[in-house]
């Protein structure tokens, strides 16, 4: 099975702009649709950006939508999150996970999981 690994996150004003990255091992990214997700406290786990196998197909939650882009390349085995005009809603525990499933919303269906990274906006 693929074992993930983020890393980017940090400490950045509204307005600022980070970068996510998540790494792959044990097996190829490409065999993933992948998905970002965010969790802060007190609040359920969110998918905030999808991305199909070949990367030619996405999906953003409506908050993020202009603000936020998902990529990959497979050559590398990762996949990024660009993160640009940050609020400070967008402070979370952001995970990169990867599903099997063709549907790149079914948010069940991500089963294998890096162990977060924390993102922080402050006003």
């Known amino acids: 099975q693929v074992q993930l690994v983020e890393s980017g996150g940090g400490l950045v004003q509204a307005g600022g702009s980070l970068r996510l990255s998540c790494a792959a091992s044990?097996?190829?990214?490409?065999?993933?649709?992948m998905g970002w997700f965010r969790q802060a406290p007190g609040q359920e786990r969110q998918l905030v950006a999808a991305?199909?196998?070949?990367?030619?197909?996405?999906y953003y939650t409506g908050s993020v939508k202009g603000r936020f882009t998902i990529s990959r390349d497979n050559a590398k085995n990762t996949m990024y999150l660009q993160m640009s005009i940050l609020r400070p809603e967008d402070t979370a525990v952001y995970s990169c996970?990867?599903?099997?499933?063709?549907?790149?919303?079914?948010?069940?269906?991500?089963?294998?999981w890096g162990q977060g990274t924390q993102v922080t906006v402050s006003s």
């Open positions: 991305i199909n196998y070949r990367g030619d197909n996405t």
């Open positions: 996970a990867a599903s099997q499933d063709s549907i790149l919303t079914r948010s069940q269906r991500y089963l294998y």
């Open positions: 044990g097996r190829l990214l490409s065999s993933y649709v």
